[in-house]
């Protein structure tokens, strides 16, 4: 009788013993991003390395998964019940990660660490709000700016340091720099408005549409809309549909980029271009200017969240984890290292990022910067009913003022029939 | 069922663990999803969030989406303009291929070849072919003095372009035809002969007819394959321009994996299959007139 009872001891105080030891263990949590090589990954490394000695009741695990694998991974890992607690995620589509459940509400972890949104980029609020509440950080933006090729603008007479502000200037500055073989065929365009990273919404904004209504819809159709979009369709109509296409069909990327090659002279592009001249360009003297505009400055921005999720059974730790990725200190390392454009003002604005002139250029034009507006209803809204109606502009099949009129009526349908098939 | 013998019964067991991995695999990742699917189609559902049962709503709301329509129409267009054009094509190289000279062999592998590269690698190919401005296409209609058109950047010329593109990929069906040219027994040519009929004679009455039910199978695939085009609307035009190449199966993936609107897209590809089954049903209505089957 007493042995047994002195077996029952014995277990009880081992299950004891081991219960204070796993209490004692750290929290475990995982992190999923995209860097999967190079001094970025390294650097992410060394960053869960210093936080986790920081941090010994927690450890986190990163894994990097190639950008183009990464989106099936993260949505298969969600669907499976066995999603990582932090991850990337695409800034411009929070909402449906949010609208679904997937992530969770930052504000109350946010109002203890004394976290607050001014720190981050007012053009990135927009997209991390869903329903009033805050689901996801600033990691990552970018930026549209203007590159201008400093010879051409000798070539032809203009001077290289003061680059075009307004439309007027950029439509002026484009043909000065256009110019045509002796068969009449294009050498050289001054400026394409729909090339590289530059969007008809861009140049709507700039003409003051906000893209929204009073109530937070999409609104493609005003007379400022309408007349950005004939501002576009003006500079193809120099240049010719066809003579264009045959043009800029021989166009490639990163070394082969036109710009780099001579045979665009200004183009809009975003912050990380810069770092492509440098790389395969690096003799080319070129310029980097904010984008010109018609009474109200504005750029495009997109980028990468941070995100919990819901199925996170740490969210405590997940969001130590996350907040050390958003304080100022690390999003200016990440920032120097990836010639990132951060979510994080004071991060982005470092004093050594700011004594280059270009990346002032870029930060002055991220304060006028903007997303593009977020449905739940329709999220590529972009591709499915503004694309084609576009294309169709700059196929000469529709005016500008259909166009966008069918659009909006596009988009407005499809936001119906989501509806009809959501109760 | 007769009493098995033990013998037979643990014959039958062997016999039903050899095949089981497939079995497995069929009914868990090929039955299973078609089976769900039928259920998704009847309901909202985005992947993370369990499905919720909506009747009919994604087939009526289908019904009233004009992209469907749209789709459906440039899908139409590209199989009635692939399949006959291949179908004529494969049928007239595997003649060629089928006399017997020297080297045929290598010939038949050239053509075949195609077939074997990845609808990613021949996408690519053909954008540079179909190039405005350098492209092979355009620069040997220079030759003759005409200007060629825009191809793949045209809303008009998108969908040629494709279906010219798809005539390419016609060795498989080459090969298929060969097989069937070759079973034709030669007594009926040589017979043919004897009669003194010419050439076309030949063809027209004993090639044919004889190789008829190759051509119909040809069909057949081919409608189905052709009806589910995608890569090359995924690879080189993203649909565009103008919603010129939005093919059906390209905009269901759109639906499914950029919208993660699985039920929507669930419904549009049980609408297809619909399609396609009504579609195949009248050919085996119509075959009965053309399709020649020998008797015993």
Redesign the interface.
Same mark, same amino acid.
């Given at each position: 009788m007493r042995k047994r009872v002195s077996v029952w001891l014995l277990a009880f105080s081992a299950v004891l013993v081991m219960s204070m030891v796993v209490s004692a263990a750290p929290t475990k949590i995982t992190f999923w991003h995209i860097y999967d090589g190079g001094e970025v990954q390294s650097w992410m490394k060394d960053v869960v390395r210093r936080f986790n000695e920081a941090n010994p009741d927690i450890i986190v695990e990163d894994l990097g998964v190639n950008f183009w694998d990464y989106w099936t991974k993260i @949505?298969t890992a &969600? @669907?499976a019940g066995i999603a990582p607690d932090v991850a990337m995620n695409d800034l411009g589509n929070v909402g449906?990660r949010a609208h @679904? $459940? !997937?992530i969770i509400p930052l504000d109350e972890y946010m109002a203890q660490s004394g976290v607050t949104l001014d720190e981050f980029w007012p053009a990135t609020h927009s997209v991390i709000i869903w329903d009033g509440q805050v689901y996801a950080m600033p990691w990552e933006t970018d930026v549209r700016v203007l590159y201008y090729n400093k010879a051409a603008f000798r070539e032809v007479g203009l001077d290289p340091e003061s680059p075009p502000q307004t439309w007027d200037e950029l439509k002026e500055y484009a043909d000065l720099l256009t110019s045509r073989d002796s068969n009449g065929r294009l050498t050289r365009i001054g400026f394409h408005p729909n090339l590289s990273n530059m969007y008809w919404w861009i140049f709507a904004w700039q003409n003051g549409a906000t893209l929204v209504d009073d109530e937070g819809k999409i609104e493609l159709y005003t007379p400022e809309a309408v007349e950005a979009l004939e501002y576009v369709k003006s500079f193809l109509d120099t240049y010719g549909l *066809?003579e264009l &296409? %045959?043009?800029t %069909? #021989?166009f490639g990327g990163d070394a082969m980029d036109p710009f780099l090659i001579g045979k665009v002279a200004m183009v809009g592009n975003n912050n990380t271009f810069r770092e492509t001249i440098l790389r395969y360009a690096p003799d080319m003297e070129f310029g980097v200017a904010r984008l010109p505009h018609n009474g109200t400055p504005a750029s495009w921005s997109n980028g990468f969240s941070l995100e919990i999720s819901s199925q996170s059974k740490n969210p405590e730790a997940a969001w130590r984890f996350l907040s050390y990725l958003m304080s100022p200190e690390i999003q200016a390392e990440y920032a120097k290292v990836n010639s990132s454009l951060v979510g994080s003002i004071a991060g982005s604005t470092d004093e050594e990022l700011m004594a280059d002139p270009s990346w002032r250029v870029m930060i002055d034009e991220m304060g006028v910067s903007r997303f593009r507006p977020f449905s739940l209803e329709?999220? &590529?809204w972009y $591709?499915?009913s503004l %694309?084609?109606e576009l $294309?169709?502009v700059?196929?000469g !099949?529709k005016d500008p003022d259909q166009a966008l009129r069918d659009a909006q009526k596009?988009y407005e $349908?499809e936001v119906a029939?989501?509806h *009809? #098939?959501?109760? | 069922m007769a009493k098995m013998t033990k013998t037979t019964k643990r014959n039958l067991v062997t016999a039903l663990l050899f095949i089981s991995p497939w079995v497995i695999g069929f009914l868990v990742f090929t039955l299973g999803p078609i089976v769900l699917s039928v259920y998704y189609s009847f309901s909202a559902y985005n992947v993370f969030q369990p499905p919720i049962w909506i009747g009919l709503d994604n087939y009526t709301t289908i019904m009233d989406d004009p992209l469907f329509y749209k789709s459906l129409y440039n899908t139409v267009y590209y199989t009635a303009l692939s399949v006959p054009g291949v179908l004529v094509l494969s049928l007239l190289l595997a003649l060629l291929l089928n006399s017997r000279l020297k080297g045929m062999n290598i010939f038949r592998t050239i053509y075949f070849l195609p077939s074997v590269l990845s609808g990613v690698a021949v996408s690519l190919l053909w954008m540079w072919l179909f190039n405005p401005d350098s492209g092979l296409i355009n620069l040997l209609l220079s030759y003759l003095g005409i200007e060629g058109p825009l191809w793949l950047n045209s809303p008009y010329w998108s969908k040629p372009a494709l279906v010219i593109m798809s005539y390419w990929g016609l060795g498989g069906v080459m090969v298929i035809n060969l097989a069937g040219l070759q079973a034709i027994p030669t007594e009926l040519y040589e017979v043919a002969t004897i009669d003194g009929a010419s050439a076309w004679r030949k063809f027209w009455s004993i090639t044919l007819p004889m190789i008829s039910p190759t051509l119909f199978f040809n069909l057949i695939t081919l409608s189905i394959g052709s009806f589910q085009v995608f890569t090359q609307a995924y690879v080189m035009t993203s649909g565009g321009p103008v919603n010129s190449t939005l093919f059906y199966v390209f905009y269901l993936y759109r639906m499914a994996f950029e919208n993660l609107r699985m039920g929507y897209a669930s419904a549009l590809a049980w609408i297809l299959f619909a399609i396609i089954m009504v579609f195949t049903l009248i050919q085996l209505r119509l075959s009965k007139r053309w399709v020649y089957y020998q008797e015993g």
């Open positions: @949505a &969600t @669907a449906q @679904a $459940d !997937m *066809r &296409t %045959s043009f %069909s #021989t329709a999220p &590529t $591709d499915s %694309s084609p $294309d169709a700059y196929q !099949m596009n $349908d029939r989501w *009809r #098939t959501h109760r | -």
